[in-house]
Each structure stands twice: as C-alpha cells, then as structure tokens.
T-cell receptor
C-alpha cells in the first residue's frame, strides 16, 4: 500500500526554538493534512492543504503542499511547552478514496522549558 | 457536542476471546473509519463505511469485522483475539471529501 515517510521520528528542543518536520511519499496525494495527538487522545487536525504549492498558516504553524504533490512540511515557530505531542502527516486521494487517510509514522516533539 | 465517542477506553482480552469496540457519532456524518495505531507506525486503516449498510476493507482488515446498521454507529468486532491485535484503536468520521475527520479518544486493547 501507499506509505508516507515522516521525519524526524523525534525532536527534543528548548522552548522558543523553531521546529520543522516533513513527509514524503512515493505516491501523489491530492490533499495533505497535519494532525497533532496529545497523550490519551485522538488526533486533532491542525492544517489542511488542498493545492500543490499551497502555503497555509494557523497561528505559529505553517505548512506547505509540495509542488510534486509527493511531499509536505510543517513548521512550528517559537515553540512553547504545550506544543508537546505527536505530529502526524496524512495524505488523502480524491475521487474513490472516500476520505481514507494514509498516515506517516509520526514525529514525537518534546519541548524543554 | 459529543463528536465521536468510543467505548471502552481500555480493555484486556485473553487470546481467543471476542469483543466489540463501540463507536458512535452525533454529527450525522456518512463516512466512518476504524484505524489502529501501533508504536512508531502511525495509524493504519482497518475498515471504513460510506453510509449505513455499506462497509469495505482498509489496509489491515484481517481478524476484524464491522457493521453499519445506522448512520451513527460503526462497531468493530474481534472474533478471536490474538496478541498481534494489541494496539490502540481509533474511530473517525467525516461529512464528506475534503472535510475534517474527527477522531474519538481511542480504545487501548491488550491481548494476553
């Protein structure tokens, strides 16, 4: 099946630092999504990208949909302790995909105060 | 607004036992999904449904069954639990393509 390679697997940073993570795929996706998962909770959508080349911000978060439609990145600026969690990228095809998502392996983010 | 509700939150099963993981949503969403999350592996799709009475296999369906008799409910059944089914299970729903998927809080299942 389709696979998304997400990197890095984990990050340990100081509060105030910027963070960058990315996802690559061997397949083309029509939608890229970035989720955050807090301990004991389900994933929550952060940013959705629908067009190749699209750059979208949500507060301190910025994400881009790669031109080739095979990659995406997420940046977090000026990290704070509540940014701790697992970040997942997910790709979605249109048409007959029925909204099914293919997830990356996740990036575990730890922020030291 | 409850969103997607999963029960139970935790369960320990013995090998060979069966159980049903419950999922209900109150958003009148047509599309519902079951994913499993293994450490370091992301979420993988088990089964999905595009509406009441319609279900289809995802990437990892073996050992599971689903039904969708109503729009609200999408239970996941394990008939003969195996240690390989130890995982965290998430139910999700969405109102359609290019709309946000909402996830439940998950069910942590351990098979011993």
């Amino acid at each position: 099946g389709q696979q998304l390679n997400q990197s890095p697997q984990s990050m340990f940073i100081q509060e105030g630092e910027d963070v960058s993570m990315n996802c690559t795929s061997s397949s083309i996706f029509n939608t890229w999504l970035w989720y955050k998962q807090d301990p004991g909770e389900g994933p929550v959508l952060l940013i959705a990208l629908y067009k190749a080349g699209e750059l979208t911000s949500n507060g301190r978060l910025t994400a881009q949909f790669g031109i080739t439609r095979k990659d995406s990145f997420l940046n977090i600026s000026a990290s704070i302790p509540s940014d701790v969690g697992i970040y997942f990228c997910a790709g979605q095809l249109s048409g007959t995909s029925y909204g099914k998502l293919t997830f990356g392996q996740g990036t575990i983010l730890t922020v030291h105060p | 607004n409850a969103g997607v509700t999963q029960t139970p939150k935790f369960r320990i099963l013995k090998i060979g036992q069966s159980m049903t993981l419950q999922c209900t949503q109150d958003m009148n969403h047509n599309y519902m999904y079951w994913y499993r999350q293994d450490p370091g592996m992301g979420l993988k799709l088990i089964y999905y449904s595009v509406g009441a009475g319609i279900t289809d296999k995802g990437e990892v369906p073996n050992g599971y069954n689903v039904s969708r008799s109503t729009t609200e409910d999408f239970p996941l059944r394990l008939e003969l639990a195996a240690p390989s089914q130890t995982s965290v299970y998430f139910c999700a729903s969405t109102g359609g393509l290019n709309t946000e998927a909402f996830f439940g809080q998950g069910t942590r299942l351990t098979v011993v």
